[in-house]
């Protein structure tokens, strides 16, 4: 039997019922042919009919009834409202900072739009053939593995190949020691419940990314702005004095290209850094989702290097280098372990298993590193390319960052450019920009913007140029 | 050229380049021969050298330092320390209730163990091999949008899918007004974040499933069990006292084949409690999870098919019925869709996309309704089995529930039954229980056990005539 053959009598035979049912001969409650009947009618076998109206089951045309027969269902889809205007699309002036935030990552998925929003990876420049066939590999392979919950730490393939990959960055961490999260974004928040209680203060850069401002809300949480270089990251001194005046639960950096300074902390600071919170006693949350994509051929060092109290949970995942869809993060928790572990529980259970699988394969033999040298040109290329076209485009007086890393530049604006009024031209220019002031739990950064260099191409270019002129006719 | 020879060639080359690190004729910082130099000594192309080089990198033998060579990696990781007993198998009688309920769950993905603990589906009954050709499929045909985020509230060709089903269940939502998330675990737990504070009250079940009592509490939420009865379900009049003397901030009830009772809330019932929640203001998060798992043929409606006011957030997954390891669930969240967005953002970002992709297929083509038809005729027989074992081998005076769907029974021994005491010795015999003290934060149903009765074998029946000894010998 031909296979493809089948499936287009099934269908056949279950569209020529549905189109029975849409005009109204088999009513809602109405009983449909038995598969005998529609077997000698239809001239099909048995096993064809049944095909046929088990599709039509799973399109909710038709129901079984238990030694009865098939009925049309009184409920049909046909029931459904149009849709509603759910989310009106108004002027970004107007909504909060909250719905910017989601409207910024809601542009970002718009293909039609320029992509100089949210920090997306340019799936051009990650490993899609390879990993979607690992994928393909895995499900066929690893059938039951694949469909079965994984623990609540993760599956063990992915945690070794994360423990090997850790020494590059001066960690030596036993694969039982880290916990797979679903993207870093989860990491962070199980780290932040692990290590606060509702109305503490947490340590912060400004301006940091306003995902991480989200998540400090949502759990309740206080954020203490610390003011940030845009080469060096946090100033130590400002933290320091911070620690002695404030009462503070936890800090939350991005120490290697952060994002949206793009800024490197230097070695002896990180150093300090891990001095410095042994002698408070506090806990330090390190995102470190860019670590791997410097610019420098040494990918540097994280603090969690230089941890020797267990005080760093050490923040990852393969969303910037790999795959974003994938949602596969992971924690270094040190002395939270089995805090982090029954959060991950008691959040989401575990982390989808075959994205797990195939990431795994990717690090064990895709070529990881070559990848990565590639990706780190490419950006570096970008960040400088975007650079230029600033320098040419953007009114007189714009500032803009020389990230060390990562694929975002953070760019100030002259003082008479309102970034949220930008935000709205622009989008009706067709283009998505991240715009200051959700990059701060102030608010501040009015005339900031941060661009995604992770795509380059004449109409980014154009993009840019139009961009420029619209800061400049804010005048 | 044959594929196949080249993988062997250049994983020999690079298997005879680790054997000489290992012996350490190349020592870390060593610089190794260059391309050139291994493709003549081993006579081998530059490209297979180049290959092989890829790989020791991969897995962290050599690194590539830009204009000078490969090098061995000062950490190799050999260096790694062995393992540490992380985890000491304590006593459970001595553990906290929380590890207890880490290790219910940590022995069910133990496959020495006989599974009655978790309620983990039989993956013999999951349709693993359609399923997983669909996600072969999917990475194969949807590279680009398998690898990219997904919107925060999921792909629209799942929620299309979830809608339609809905209706069976009495509701009729749009697409738009859906939210995927990882697992029902996540959904439940963003409603929590959704529409209570920290230190409010959750009237709930008792006993109720273990993992929403930690959710619970890792949320800084305070529980008021409400007794419940395992034909019905919650006390309707106990909880319309509680709401009088209590301020309650939400209500979260599996109504559709409770856990671990199996219990099923009538329809009139459902009706009032949608008009009492209106009443009094109050959010309903409705768990249905096991709502595709009745016994009678047709399927029972939700609570929030009699909800007028967009008060109850319904929560499912796709865990019980197709694959736990996909960790794919769903909120219908009623009036709090923003709000369920943003924690979703703020959160996890997305849920990962590939397994969505795969289950949407699987719901428009699969045969999902026959394959329910199948698992819910399998899971009644086991019930019933597994009721015919405890009534054969358990202690006299013993009782059990008569579960109107799911896969647990729900069991309450004689008074001398200490089930702590009994999943000791239940897990050093190799099977696993869940013990009834971690379904109640008060920590009582001291003589009660859940059974799992998604598997079903001889061994299975011989490891109930065990337990039902063990327990006789606590007397």
Redesign the interface.
């Known amino acids: 039997m031909v296979r493809g053959e089948k499936i287009y009598r099934y269908e056949k035979v279950a569209a020529d019922l549905a189109r029975l049912i849409d005009q109204g001969t088999f009513r809602p409650g109405d009983r449909v042919p038995s598969l005998r009947g529609i077997s000698r009618r239809m001239q099909v076998s048995i096993s064809t009919a049944l095909e046929a109206y088990?599709?039509l089951?799973?399109?909710?045309l038709i129901?079984?009834?238990?030694q009865s027969g098939y009925y049309v269902?009184r409920?049909?889809?046909y029931?459904?409202?149009e849709?509603?205007p759910?989310?009106p699309e108004k002027s970004p002036t107007t909504v909060s900072v909250?719905e910017l935030?989601?409207m910024v990552?809601?542009d970002?998925?718009n293909r039609n739009l320029v992509p100089l929003g949210a920090a997306?990876p340019n799936?051009d420049n990650?490993p899609?053939?390879k990993?979607?066939?690992l994928?393909?590999?895995v499900?066929?392979r690893k059938?039951?593995?694949?469909?079965?919950?994984?623990?609540?730490n993760g599956c063990e393939a992915l945690r070794v190949q994360i423990?090997?990959?850790l020494?590059?960055a001066g960690c030596?961490a036993?694969p039982?020691?880290l916990v797979i999260t679903?993207?870093c974004?989860?990491a962070v928040?199980l780290s932040l419940?692990a290590v606060c209680?509702?109305?503490d203060t947490v340590a912060i850069e400004s301006p940091t990314y306003f995902?991480h401002l989200?998540?400090l809300?949502?759990l309740?949480l206080k954020a203490l702005e610390i003011p940030s270089h845009p080469a060096s990251g946090i100033s130590f001194a400002a933290l320091e004095t911070a620690l002695k005046k404030h009462r503070i639960g936890a800090c939350l950096l991005i120490p290697n290209f952060s994002n949206p300074l793009g800024s490197l902390m230097p070695d002896e600071q990180k150093q300090a850094l891990a001095e410095l919170i042994v002698r408070h006693d506090l806990p330090l949350i390190e995102d470190d989702i860019y670590g791997d994509l410097g610019f420098a051929?040494e990918r540097p060092p994280v603090v969690k290097a230089f941890d020797k109290k267990g005080l760093v949970i050490l923040c990852s995942s393969f969303?910037k280098t790999?795959?974003?869809?994938?949602?596969i993060g992971w924690i270094h928790p040190g002395r939270f372990?089995?805090e982090i572990?029954?959060?991950k529980?008691?959040?989401?259970?575990?982390?989808?298993?075959?994205?797990q699988l195939a990431v795994a394969e990717f690090?064990?033999?895709?070529?990881?590193?070559?990848h990565l040298?590639k990706i780190r040109r490419i950006y570096m290329g970008q960040i400088w390319s975007m650079t230029q076209a600033v320098s040419k485009f953007f009114p007189p007086g714009t500032r803009v960052t020389r990230p060390a890393g990562g694929f975002v530049l953070w760019v100030e604006l002259p003082e008479y450019v309102d970034s949220l009024k930008l935000y709205e031209l622009a989008l009706q220019a067709g283009i998505t920009i991240a715009p200051g002031p959700i990059f701060s739990i102030r608010r501040g950064y009015r005339n900031y913007i941060r661009l995604n260099a992770a795509f380059w191409s004449e109409k980014i270019e154009k993009a840019l140029a139009l961009l420029g002129h619209l800061a400049e006719n804010l005048k």
Chains 1, 2 share one sequence.
């Open positions: 088990r599709l089951e799973d399109r909710q129901e079984a009834r238990p269902r409920l049909s889809n029931g459904l409202k849709p509603k759910i989310r909250d935030v989601q990552i809601r970002s998925r997306v799936p990650l899609v053939d990993l979607n066939r994928l393909a590999a499900a066929r059938g039951v593995q694949s469909i079965s919950y994984e623990m609540a423990a090997r990959r020494l590059a030596s036993h039982q020691e679903s993207g974004q989860e928040a419940m209680r509702p109305g995902n989200q998540t809300e949502v309740h051929p969303s790999l795959a974003p869809g994938y949602r372990q089995a572990e029954r959060l529980t008691a959040c989401t259970i575990a982390t989808a298993t075959a994205p690090l064990n033999n895709g070529g990881y590193d070559h040298r």
